[in-house]
């Protein structure tokens, strides 16, 4: 029978293989894409030297591998234990940040570590964080989550008929469930919008295929769209956060805000917006199938960052529409092998976890590829580890190292069970095996093979 030998050992780069092959794709594309589109900005900032921005994406990249290596090691328990208190600290680098963090187009994202040059968003923790909290308060209530609402009543007259049971549904469902994801949603979207709708889509999912009930999704939706229209009059009204300029590019997204003819039968000057649009659509036309090539875009010394907030655009320029498939369905198999992963789990902790995490960052890959083809309003939303960028690149790469460690511990756990079969086959086996010698014994008086004890261990 099998010794203690026959124990699989933990892999030193486990999880999912194909996950890992995408992750690779992404980082080459990513060092291809920065090369080539920062050769104008190159020579405009730092006299033509263009290995600047490549050596250091490379470092990027490659401490994002190691980064990932390192989250894949680590147990998804030791999430589970210490996840508020992982919310609780990006809550609080959030408010920070209102307070000293560094202001970059009108809005405050990102704080500076203290005596370094590094730079990171809030949000991008923020994110991570509070996924962690969802998939930990909804792991604790599956038992009753698809029979309870997790929303009190909306009418007076219902408070008033059974005060205790809203208020206990208040106290031990909403505020612990739902009350993370409005503070969140809250603390982002005055800086950032987009990244709050991420967040708020995401959760929604997540709630969704965590079995909460389809009518308390609904009530839920109409409460935020409620608390969004509330926000946006009050941020109007205190000419707070960026409301002026989410109206504005909606308008120039819908055709609202072209340019009127002035006077003297000229145009009035387009708005950032506007040209950022333009010239994407340009160099997405003149992509066309196959691209221009690598190195021969003639669009990057027009296009307003086609290193991050028009990577996508970019890549079509220059790797054409099947280069713009390929990506796609890279950020596609993410998600799928995420969805993979999901169904593999036995418990609802790292399953809600993976589908969380996958979410936000294949959720931000489409609004950064829809913007890019003007298909939504100008967001800023950067393509994931492609885009150039230090902090973004790095959280990312931990959400999906936190992925590949689910990965990695269902892996193994499979190939135990997987031994356990085997185990108790070859068990099932040699007992058959005794079981009919001792038969012949008896019916024939055959004194059959004499096994020592030795031997049947061994065996």
């Known amino acids: 029978m099998p010794g203690k030998t ?3 050992k933990r892999e030193f780069i486990g999880g999912d293989r194909s996950l890992w092959m995408v992750i690779l794709i992404l980082c080459i594309t990513s060092i291809l894409v920065v090369y080539s589109s920062t050769a104008s900005m190159a020579y405009r900032k730092l006299d033509g030297d263009t290995s600047y921005f490549l050596a250091r994406q490379i470092k990027f990249v490659l401490f994002g591998l190691v980064v990932i290596f390192a989250f894949h090691h680590i147990d998804y328990k030791i999430y589970f234990r210490h996840a508020k208190q992982i919310f609780h600290v990006a809550v609080a680098l959030m408010v920070l940040t209102f307070f000293t963090g560094e202001t970059y187009n009108d809005a405050a994202r990102w704080l500076r570590i203290p005596y370094t040059a590094f730079t990171f968003q809030p949000s991008d923790v923020l994110k991570i964080a509070l996924t962690l909290r969802l998939a930990m308060q909804l792991a604790s209530c599956q038992k009753f989550i698809d029979r309870i609402p997790i929303l009190p009543s909306f009418s007076y007259a219902a408070w008033k008929k059974n005060p205790e049971r809203n208020a206990y549904i208040l106290h031990h469902t909403t505020l612990p469930l739902i009350g993370p994801i409005v503070v969140s949603c809250m603390l982002v979207v005055i800086s950032n919008l987009s990244t709050a709708i991420i967040m708020g889509l995401a959760c929604i999912i997540v709630l969704i295929l965590g079995r909460v009930r389809w009518r308390e999704i609904g009530r839920l939706i109409v409460l935020a769209l409620v608390l969004f229209v509330l926000l946006v009059g009050v941020l109007k009204l205190l000419g707070v956060g960026r409301v002026d300029t989410w109206i504005s590019r909606v308008e120039t997204f ?10 003297g039968g000229k145009k009035q000057e387009i ?17 066309w199938l196959m691209g221009k090539g690598p190195g021969r875009s003639t669009q990057r010394s027009n296009l307003p960052h086609p290193y991050s907030d028009y990577a996508y655009a970019f890549i079509i320029e220059e790797y054409g529409f099947f280069g713009a498939v390929f990506i796609l ?6 998600f799928y092998r995420a969805m993979v992963i999901f169904r593999k789990c036995k418990t ?3 399953s809600i976890m993976v589908l969380g995490l996958s979410l936000m960052i294949t959720l931000q890959a489409l609004l950064h590829m829809c913007v890019s083809v003007d298909a939504t309003p100008v967001t800023g939303q950067t393509l994931p580890i492609i885009s150039l960028g230090g902090s973004s690149l790095i959280f990312t790469c931990v959400s999906l190292g936190m992925i590949l460690g689910v990965s990695r511990q269902i892996n193994y756990v499979e190939k135990m069970e997987k031994l356990e079969e085997q185990r108790r086959v070859i068990t099932e086996e040699w007992q058959q095996v005794l079981e009919d010698e001792r038969r012949i014994r008896e019916n024939t008086g055959y004194p059959g093979v004499v096994w020592h004890e030795k031997d049947q261990n061994h065996r």
């Not at 369905?329 to 993410?334: A, E, K, N, Q």
């Open 348 to 350: 609802a902790f790292p």
């Open 329 to 334: 369905g890279c950020y596609l198999w993410i």
């Open 6 to 8: 026959d124990i699989p």
């Open 254 to 263: 819908v055709g609202v805000g072209e340019p009127q003819e002035t006077a």
């Open 271 to 287: 708005s950032d917006s506007e040209f950022q649009a333009h010239q994407a659509k340009i160099a997405v036309a003149s992509g």
